[in-house]
Nanobody, 115 residues
Framework: QVQLVESGGGLVQPGGSLRLSCAAS????????MGWYRQAQGKQRELVAVISSGGSTNYANSVKGRFTISRDNAKYTVYLQMNSLKPEDTAVYYC?????????WGQGTQVTVSS
């Protein structure tokens, strides 16, 4: 089992910044991919950004140049720095962990971009 605890969501004005964190604990594989997905109201969950244990990253086109994903392998923590936030970034953001054997989701954290 792997537990994921997210933090850092909240309300921010357009153009502002937020930093999300996701700390993993439990039976963590040395080879894994962690990342962030989001689900806006009435829409399907979509990929935001992922990063492998080796440091390779992948971003949704809609966030490229604005969001940066990083990780601290020693702390089993992944971060999502979100800059130049737009109202369309409003969603519940979910942390995800995947290894060869299984995958897990966090409970989600709300990000609201509004003036």
């Amino acid at each position: 089992q792997v537990q994921l605890v997210e933090s850092g969501g909240g309300l921010v004005q357009p153009g502002g910044s937020l930093r999300l964190s996701c700390a993993a604990s439990g039976s963590i594989s040395s080879i894994n991919v962690m990342g962030w997905y989001r689900q806006a109201q009435g829409k399907q969950r979509e990929l935001v950004a992922v990063i492998s244990s080796g440091g390779s990253t992948n971003y949704a086109n809609s966030v490229k140049g604005r969001f940066t994903i990083s990780r601290d392998n020693a702390k089993y923590t992944v971060y999502l720095q979100m800059n130049s936030l737009k109202p369309e970034d409003t969603a519940v953001y979910y942390c995800h962990y995947a290894s060869r054997l299984n995958d897990y989701w966090g409970q989600g954290t709300q990000v609201t971009v509004s003036s």
